[in-house]
């Protein structure tokens, strides 16, 4: 069964400090794997996507790592802010089905304090 | 440019009502998904259309729900007889190839 599991569910730091997410997946045969930031109450936002041959992206002040033999990822975010509290989720895409069947993790909730 | 925009934003119905909602992809996009967010879940896959294929329905949880997309551009998800367990968020999303996709809003759907 493809699953795309997130930890911790929730965080919560101090501004100014670094954290790292991390996602664990099961989807096969593996196409690509998004971190996408989830404002409450808005849509989703991709912060990055990495293919099978990518092991680290970085967008700014988030920087995503891909294990694709342990099937797993992370996303570290340096220097937190207060805008940076949202949820953050893992996407995965499968490779079997055609433009990115994917699948979501639950999401790490975020909260970034003063 | 206009993003995916989504309507309304908030709906509340009585169990056992029907529901439309609406969905506005960017404008060009290809294919358009819907999705279903419940409270603490991830998001779940519901509908994928791309260009004048047939749909994929596969995601749809039960004969009350459906939708269509019209000339390849609007889409409305309907749940029929709508069920206390229906209240979600329904997000919608397109994209033109299959490196990214961009979400609407989303509905927030309340069945009372």
């Known amino acids: 069964k493809n699953q795309v599991e997130q930890s911790p569910q929730s965080l919560i730091i101090l501004e100014g400090k670094n954290c790292t997410l991390q996602c664990n997946y099961t989807v096969s045969p593996f196409s690509n794997l998004r971190w996408y930031k989830q404002d409450t109450g808005r849509g989703p936002v991709s912060l990055t996507i990495?293919?099978?041959?990518?092991n680290t992206k970085s967008n700014g002040r988030y920087t995503a790592t891909l294990d694709a033999d342990t099937k797993q990822s992370s996303l570290h975010i340096t220097a937190s802010q207060l805008s940076d509290s949202a949820s953050y989720i893992c996407v995965v895409a499968d490779r079997g089905s055609t433009l990115g069947r994917l699948y979501f993790g639950r999401g790490t909730q975020l909260t970034v304090w003063p | 440019g206009a993003g995916v925009s989504q309507s309304p934003s908030n709906k509340v119905t009585e169990k056992g009502k029907d529901v439309e909602l609406r969905c506005d992809p960017i404008?060009?996009?290809?294919?358009l998904y819907w999705y279903r967010q419940s409270l603490g879940q991830g998001l779940e896959f519901l509908i994928y259309f791309q260009g004048n294929s047939a749909p994929d329905k596969s995601g749809l949880p039960s004969d009350r729900f459906s939708a269509e997309r019209t000339g390849g551009s609007v889409s409305t998800l309907t749940i029929q007889r709508t069920q206390q367990e229906d209240s979600a968020v329904y997000l919608c999303a397109s994209s033109l190839d299959w490196y990214e996709q961009y979400f609407g809003p989303g509905t927030r759907l309340t069945v009372t």
């Open positions: 990495m293919t099978f041959s990518e």
């Open positions: 404008s060009g996009h290809t294919a």
